[in-house]
């Protein structure tokens, strides 16, 4: 019996004992050295204005601080713009955050429509500088052989477009975006300067030929070449903004078709009356010059029923 009560006794825990002796350890509330951690915890209690202190044992608890300046807490009222609306997001109020709130700002405005005009303003003086041409011819032709300066002027006027060409070409090479496609600028500058190029090229041969009279046919052409240039003048001046020029079109192309007629009519009487042949050749190249000039007009009127096609 005393064996089996000393076996109770040992399966038997006293209080305040673990078994082998030790004592029991105090419940996580009664340990004060956590207790006392948990309380000096520098994030648990520090306060703006609070320095950071190290007792002697390494704990650190709060202390006065007087080296950082104070944190600013953001309150909802600093967050309202001055005139005193609260943001909006797709119709709802912004969140109560200072990242969300933004007062607005002013936005650059990108324009993607090209706004170089001076491709028109050259167009214009181009045509232009063709009607002047043809009006010179047409009095070199009515006045033959009285008026020498108008060889020259013709010449100059010549000049003129070749410098205006030169210029678009330039421009052209010299500009990123464009107001209609490339091809079509370059196109129809050559096309206005082939007119200009025929007409003096005609003249040149009327004077340098040695002709004695002016055939009444190339008179014709000569009217011809100045209306057409009229038609080609109206429909250059309607390309900025892409305007209709359907009508002044519709005339290049009739005119064109009067000044095939006329040629081969001129040719025709020409190898029926003239006798000298050196006359026949003569003319022969100045009638076809001349209705070389009235093909670029409408030469100039395709690019342009091209652009107009392109940019509706």
């Not at 008179?219 to 305007?243: M, N, P, T, Y």
């Amino acid at each position: 019996m005393r064996r089996d009560d000393s076996r109770r006794t040992r399966l038997v825990r006293q209080p305040g004992s673990r078994g082998s002796g030790e004592p029991r350890r105090a419940r996580r509330a009664d340990r004060p050295g956590k207790q006392a951690r948990c309380r000096a915890h520098p994030r648990a209690r520090r306060r703006p204005g609070d320095a950071r202190v190290r007792a002697a044992d390494g704990r650190r608890f709060p202390g006065t601080r007087t080296d950082r300046r104070p944190r600013r807490r953001h309150r909802r009222a600093d967050l309202v713009p001055p005139h005193g609306t609260v943001p909006r997001v797709h119709g709802c109020l912004a969140p109560d955050s200072a990242s969300l709130i933004r007062l607005p700002r002013a936005v650059a405005r990108i324009n993607l429509v090209p706004q170089n005009r001076e491709f028109f303003r050259l167009f214009v003086r181009a045509s232009s500088n063709a009607v002047g041409i043809a009006e010179q011819l047409v009095r070199l032709l009515d006045d033959f052989p009285g008026n020498d300066n108008l060889l020259r002027e013709i010449k100059e006027s010549e000049h003129e477009g070749d410098h205006l060409t030169r210029e678009l070409v330039d421009l052209l090479n010299r500009t990123f975006v464009t107001p209609f496609d490339r091809d079509d600028i370059y196109n129809l500058a050559g096309a206005i300067d082939d007119v200009c190029d025929h007409v003096d090229e005609a003249a040149g041969n009327i004077v340098g030929y040695g002709v004695e009279e002016i055939r009444p046919f190339a008179k014709q052409q000569a009217q011809v070449i100045l209306r057409s240039a009229q038609k080609l003048d109206e429909a250059v001046g309607r390309l900025e903004g892409f305007k209709d020029s359907s009508r002044q079109l519709h005339d290049l192309r009739d005119l064109e078709d009067e000044g095939d007629r006329l040629n081969r009519a001129a040719v025709a009487e020409l190898f029926a009356t003239a006798e000298d042949p050196m006359v026949v050749i003569r003319w022969k190249d100045i009638h076809e010059q001349l209705e070389e000039a009235v093909d670029a007009c409408e030469n100039a009127a395709d690019v342009l029923e091209a652009i107009l096609v392109k940019n509706r």
